[in-house]
C-alpha cells in the first residue's frame, strides 16, 4: 500500500469516527499529500520515516516563510496521522511523537503611552456624579492593573482605604491584594461622598462599588462604552479598550524599572511566563541604561 492509500483510509475513518468537517479534511490531505511527497524527495515514506525526516519537514515548511501558528496546524495534523498508523500497528514507533511545537510569537497588546494615559485620565467631567464614577473607574483601572471582570465586581468592602489596598477575587476565584495608589484613592473618596449616593438614590442597595446611573452594578459592556467615549473626548484616536489601560499599566511598571515578579503578582498572573510577554519593555530599558552609563557603550553619561 502506497502513502496516498495509507493517507485516504486515515481520512476516512475520520469522517466516519469523528465527523469532521470536509475543510477539516481537505485541510489534512493537503498537509499530509505535501509530507508525502517531501519524504519522496528524500526517498523515504510514511512507514520508513524518522525523526529527523519530519524534522526537516518542518524547516522546509519555515523556509516557505509560514507563521508559527500555520506550522503548528500542519503538525497537528501530522501528529494525527503518525498515533493513527502506531495504533493500528502499521509502523512499531511513532516519529512524530517527540516533535516540538513552533512557539508561537507573543506580541506585547496595545497600550497607550503615558501622556495618553494622562489625557484620557482627565477627560470626565468631576462636576457631575456620572464624571465622578468614570474619573474613578479610569483611575483605579490604570493604578492597580486590575482586569476589566474584576474591576466591576469589586464591592465596596474589598477597599482598605487606609493602607491603600484592594481585595481582588481574580480567574479561578483566586483573591490577590493590589495596591491602589494615593491619586486614585483621592478619586474614589471623593465618588463615594458625592457621586454614588446620587447614583444609589431611590434604588436597592448594592454592594457594588462601581454603579450606573439606575443604581444597578457596573457591567463590562457599560465600562467599554465609557473608556471609549473618554478616549474620544480626550482625542485619542489609537485603539483603546479597557484591557488596553491593564497593559498599560504593566508596560508603564516595567519601562520605569520596576521587577518583572512584583509585576506577576500585581496583575494575578499564576506564571511569570505570561508576564514575560512585557520584556522586550525592559530589555529596551536596559540597553539604554546600559549606552549611557556603560564607558564602553559609546554613550557617556554628563
Not at 15 to 28: C, D, K, Q
Not at 63 to 73: C, D, I, M, P
Not at 158 to 186: P, Q, S, Y
Not at 231 to 256: M, Y
Request: glycine share 6%; hydrophobic share 40%; aromatic share 6%.
Amino acid at each position: 500500500m502506497n502513502d496516498e492509500s495509507r493517507i485516504g483510509l486515515f481520512l476516512d475513518e475520520l469522517l466516519v469516527e469523528r465527523g469532521l468537517a470536509n475543510n477539516t479534511l481537505s485541510a489534512y490531505r493537503n498537509d499530509l499529500e505535501f509530507l508525502a511527497g517531501f519524504l519522496a524527495s528524500r526517498s523515504q515514506n510514511v512507514i520508513t520515516c524518522t525523526r529527523e525526516d519530519l524534522s526537516a519537514w518542518l524547516d522546509a515548511l519555515y523556509q516557505q516563510g509560514l507563521t508559527a501558528t500555520s506550522v503548528a496546524r500542519k503538525l497537528s495534523a501530522v501528529r494525527r496521522f503518525f498515533r493513527h498508523l502506531t495504533e493500528r500497528e502499521i509502523r512499531a514507533e511513532d516519529p512524530a511523537r517527540l516533535l516540538s511545537a513552533p512557539k508561537r510569537r507573543r506580541s506585547l497588546p496595545k497600550f497607550l503611552d503615558e501622556q495618553d494615559v494622562d489625557d484620557l485620565l482627565a477627560a470626565p467631567d468631576i462636576t457631575t456624579p456620572l464624571g465622578l464614577r468614570d474619573a474613578a473607574m479610569l483611575e483605579t483601572l490604570y493604578a492597580t492593573g486590575m482586569r476589566v471582570s474584576e474591576l466591576v465586581t469589586i464591592g465596596t468592602q474589598d477597599l482598605n482605604g487606609e493602607t491603600g489596598f484592594f481585595r481582588v477575587v481574580g480567574k479561578g476565584d483566586k483573591e490577590r491584594i493590589t495596591l491602589v495608589g494615593e491619586r486614585a484613592l483621592e478619586r474614589i473618596a471623593r465618588y463615594l461622598r458625592q457621586a454614588r449616593p446620587v447614583l444609589m438614590a431611590g434604588h436597592k442597595p448594592t454592594a457594588a462599588l462601581f454603579v450606573t446611573a439606575r443604581g444597578e452594578p457596573m457591567t463590562r459592556q457599560n465600562f467599554w462604552y465609557i473608556i471609549r467615549r473618554h478616549a474620544a473626548l480626550a482625542g485619542i484616536v489609537k485603539e483603546i479598550s479597557p484591557h488596553g489601560l491593564r497593559h498599560s499599566f504593566a508596560t508603564h511598571l516595567v519601562k520605569n524599572g520596576a521587577d518583572l515578579r512584583g509585576v506577576q503578582m500585581l496583575l494575578g498572573h499564576a506564571d511569570v511566563s505570561t508576564t514575560e510577554i512585557y520584556t522586550h519593555v525592559a530589555n529596551t530599558r536596559l540597553k539604554q541604561v546600559h549606552a549611557r552609563f556603560h564607558p564602553r557603550s559609546g554613550g557617556k553619561p554628563e
